[in-house]
Structures are given as C-alpha cells and as structure tokens.
C-alpha cells in the first residue's frame, strides 16, 4: 500500500513509518518538524517538510500519488502545555486534523489510523474498556476526542474508513530510534536524563493521589508493541470501517515506581523533588487492552517496567542528545 504518515519524524510516527516500509509498503512522511527530527525519517521514505496547517502543500502532496492510507501521528502531545495555550492545541490537534480529513477524502482516500490517546476518559480507579466514561481532564485530550467525533462524521458522510488507537503512555526504544521530545517532560526519559548526567532531579507532581503511594499510576506501552497495532489496525481496515481501541499494556506503575525500577536499570540514585499537583492530570489512566486482543490479535510483548526501562536506557546511553550529532 502506499501510505501518508503524518508525524512520521516523531517518537511514535517514525517507528510505525519503519515498520511499513519493512512490510513492504510505500511510505510518505509529511512532517514540519516543529518538534521532529529530520534524521529519524526512517531510509527508504519520501519526505516532505511542511505543516498540516499550510493547505496548499497539503493537497499537493497528497495528490502526488494515489494513497491508500493515511496514518495520522502528527500532533503537539505535552497535555499540560495545552492548559497553558489551549487555543494552540485546538488549532494543530483538532483544526489541523479536519483540514486533514477533508483534503484526504477530496483525494479518494478511504482509510485513516489515528493517534489518540488515554486522555479522553475520565480518570477511574477501575481499569479503563473503551466503554469506560469519556471526560477528558486536559485540553489536549479534549482535541483528541473531538478529531475522534469529526472521523465518525467523516465515516457515516464520506465512508472514510477508520481506526482510533487509544495510546496509553508510550516508551521504551528501538535499535537506534527512541524518544527524544524537545522539551522532554516524560517520565522516564526526564530520569533517563538525570542518570546521564543532564538534569538533576526528577519533579514528581503530586503525592497526595488517592493511590497506594500517592503519586499517579499510568499504564506503559512499549514503542514495539504500539508499533505492532499499528499494523494490525492498519490490515483491518481493509474490512471494517470503524474500530475505537485501548493500546496499554493493561498494567499501571506509579510514578514512583517507576523512578525506583530506572534507579535499578541505572544504578544512579536519581534524587527527586515532590511538587504540587499538575493541572490536567488525573490519578490513574490504566487500560483494559482485551478488545484489540481479542478483534485483533494483538499481544504486548513489554509488560514489566525493567524490559521498558533498559531498551529506553539503551538508547538513551548510545544517543544521549537525541537524534542531534
Ligand atoms: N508519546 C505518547 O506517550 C503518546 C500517548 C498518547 C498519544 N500520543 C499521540 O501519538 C502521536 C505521536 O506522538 P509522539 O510521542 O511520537 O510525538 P512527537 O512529538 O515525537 O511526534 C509528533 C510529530 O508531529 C509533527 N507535527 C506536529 N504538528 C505538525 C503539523 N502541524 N504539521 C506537520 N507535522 C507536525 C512533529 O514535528 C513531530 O515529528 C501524537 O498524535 C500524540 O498525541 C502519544
């Protein structure tokens, strides 16, 4: 297939764009690197360096060549910017996101996968179905939902066929690819850091969460395993014209947890500074992951945060700034 993967020189995009290609499919990137990285558009892929928001460069590339699919990863990610900025979040995540759907059914392309994320539900001390309550506690979660609503209108009006993977906190690294977010504000890279000597300390936002150790729980899901869905997702179209699924791994760590197993995989002792809570998070965001497994045969292989931590450490000790020399 020929896709168009917007993103495509992002954390999650590139690595999906890899994978394709190794499946034998065309790839094309469009990405404006407002936050990507030019060296991680995996060989093999046509690039093009512009912005979903720049119409024109964005009908002419997708009528470059007949696509079959559209991967859409392109987005700002940082949920507690978009409590700053909201206006910002709506305009790239959810505006951008339109003028995306429009100019892909314009150019006869019936199939989209999209990147959402475990920010729309309501925070829940329960396991997270996909029928579990939407109320997005953050903006950037709020833009994800709304682009997930306009593609159910894109479905029922244009008959665009597609699939809303729900990601829940992606990590963990690949043979020379990883996370590498400028500024980087997740949890494990930001330890990662520190262990290498480039910060100083990890904040913990909030200890008062109504969780065993009062800090956040969050489901982690590994880089190869969002990767897998990703194509699984993507042959699954070829039937079905509508799938909402959960990517977790279906097992939550604190976020002290977390620090503790990254002080084992590094053998750094990773000082922390307790903060106040942060606006926009919610206390625990943990996915039930069996609709995808059982619809579509998903498996994540990653399930223990030692596996997690030490590929991410991995790339982190070979790359220590990232995709820059
Ligand atoms: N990283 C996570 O834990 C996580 C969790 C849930 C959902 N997601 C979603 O997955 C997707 C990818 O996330 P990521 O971690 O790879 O982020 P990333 O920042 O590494 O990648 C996003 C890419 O989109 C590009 N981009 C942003 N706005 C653009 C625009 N207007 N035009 C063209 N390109 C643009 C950026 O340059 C970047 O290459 C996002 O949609 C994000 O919301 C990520």
């Excluded at 910002?88 to 003028?99: D, E, G, T, V």
Aim: charged share 20%; aromatic share 8%; glycine share 8%.
């Amino acid at each position: 297939m020929n896709i168009f993967v917007t993103g495509g020189a992002g954390y999650i995009g590139s690595a999906t764009a890899e994978a394709l290609i190794k499946a034998g499919h065309s790839v094309t990137v469009y990405d404006s690197l407002v936050t990507g990285h030019r060296e991680a558009v995996p060989a093999g892929a046509d690039f093009i360096h512009a912005s979903l928001d720049d119409n024109q460069a964005l009908a002419e590339a997708l009528a470059s060549k007949k696509f079959d699919a559209v991967m859409h990863f392109a987005a700002f990610i940082e949920a507690g910017e978009s409590m700053k900025d909201p206006g910002r979040f709506f305009r790239n995540n959810f505006a951008n996101s339109l003028q995306l759907m429009d100019t892909a059914v314009q150019s006869g392309i019936r199939k989209m996968v999209f990147s959402s994320t475990a920010a729309v539900y309501r925070s829940s001390e329960e396991p997270l179905t996909e029928d579990s309550p939407i109320g997005p506690t953050n903006v950037y979660g709020h833009t994800k939902l709304m682009t997930e609503q306009a593609l159910e209108w894109y479905r029922s009006i244009f008959g665009l066929h597609y699939a809303v993977l729900r990601y829940f906190n992606a990590c963990g690294a690949l043979p020379g690819r990883g996370e590498a977010h400028q500024p980087e504000s997740h949890l494990i890279p930001r330890v990662l850091q520190i262990a290498l000597g480039q910060a100083e300390s990890a904040n913990i936002f909030g200890t008062d969460y109504p969780t065993p150790d009062g800090t956040c729980i969050r489901d982690y899901i590994h880089i190869a395993d969002l990767v897998s869905a990703h194509i699984l997702a993507l042959g699954a179209l070829e039937t079905r014209d509508k799938m909402t699924y959960n990517v977790g791994s279906g097992n939550g760590f604190s976020v002290r947890e977390v620090i503790e197993a990254a002080r084992a995989v590094t053998g750094h002792a990773i000082p922390v500074v307790e903060m106040p809570r942060r606006a926009g998070d919610s206390a625990r965001l943990v996915a039930t992951p069996e609709r995808i497994q059982k619809e579509l045969g998903w498996q994540p292989q990653f399930t223990n945060m030692q596996d997690i931590l030490s590929s991410a450490w991995e790339w982190h000790k070979t790359h220590p700034h990232g995709y820059s020399k």
